[in-house]
């Protein structure tokens, strides 16, 4: 932070770049990440936190709410909001996938402002391995959810998500004789 003396309130957090937040109609904001849920009653100055373990959100049926890549967002309903998370295992049953790129994204639903949650409904599309971003969950003026994601692409036959094969080429160039990688991500050679 480049100038913290000018913050009204500084909020350290262990939970790395996966946080969402919004805001319910009585003015409590809900900060979601991972699996842990947080609120705020005071426009954000303080905030509850979650302690243990089993403190983190599960439905209705005990199963873990939320994942990586997490995104809220206000619902129809006074205290009603979705979330979703990308997650392991969440493509379609029976899609062929291998173990490590078997990515997708699930979606719950909460209609009292998080203290509950139905089990997830399945986002992704069978054979698509999706990723995204997290907090860019839109809800539109007619209603409509929106949740930008991408799909990965590229040759199944090797585990692409693992550490990268060092004879796979790299997208760079060579600068002044030392080799500059230009993709943060390396490409797949079959294209």
């Given at each position: 932070?480049?100038?913290?003396?000018?913050?009204i309130?500084?909020?350290?957090?262990?939970?790395?770049?996966?946080?969402?937040?919004?805001?319910?109609?009585?003015?409590?904001?809900?900060?979601?990440?991972?699996?842990?849920?947080?609120?705020s009653?005071?426009?954000g100055?303080?905030?509850?936190?979650?302690?243990?373990?089993?403190?983190?959100?599960?439905?209705?049926?005990?199963?873990?709410?939320?994942?990586?890549?997490t995104?809220?967002?206000?619902?129809?309903?006074?205290?009603?909001?979705?979330?979703?998370?990308?997650?392991?295992?969440?493509?379609?049953?029976?899609?062929?996938?291998?173990?490590?790129?078997?990515l997708?994204?699930?979606?719950?639903?909460?209609?009292?402002?998080?203290k509950?949650?139905?089990?997830?409904?399945?986002?992704?599309?069978?054979?698509?391995?999706?990723?995204?971003?997290?907090?860019?969950?839109?809800?539109?003026?007619?209603?409509?959810?929106?949740?930008?994601?991408?799909?990965?692409?590229?040759?199944?036959s090797?585990?692409?998500?693992?550490?990268?094969?060092?004879?796979?080429?790299?997208?760079?160039?060579?600068?002044?004789?030392?080799?500059?990688?230009?993709?943060?991500?390396?490409?797949?050679?079959?294209?």
């Amino acid at each position: 932070m480049t100038l913290p003396e000018l913050a009204i309130s500084i909020q350290s957090r262990p939970f790395g770049h996966t946080s969402t937040f919004v805001e319910l109609e009585n003015g409590r904001i809900l900060h979601a990440s991972y699996r842990a849920l947080e609120w705020s009653d005071d426009v954000g100055m303080t905030w509850s936190r979650a302690q243990h373990e089993d403190e983190l959100m599960v439905d209705i049926n005990g199963d873990p709410v939320g994942g990586a890549e997490t995104s809220i967002v206000k619902l129809s309903g006074k205290n009603a909001v979705g979330l979703c998370a990308r997650i392991p295992g969440a493509m379609a049953e029976g899609t062929w996938a291998m173990p490590t790129r078997n990515l997708g994204f699930k979606f719950w639903r909460s209609n009292d402002g998080g203290k509950t949650w139905q089990p997830p409904v399945i986002m992704t599309p069978p054979g698509m391995v999706t990723a995204g971003l997290q907090d860019t969950f839109l809800r539109t003026s007619s209603g409509r959810i929106v949740l930008p994601v991408f799909v990965i692409l590229g040759d199944k036959s090797k585990k692409r998500m693992g550490p990268r094969d060092e004879h796979q080429p790299m997208s760079g160039h060579l600068v002044k004789n030392q080799w500059m990688s230009s993709a943060g991500h390396f490409f797949d050679p079959s294209y």
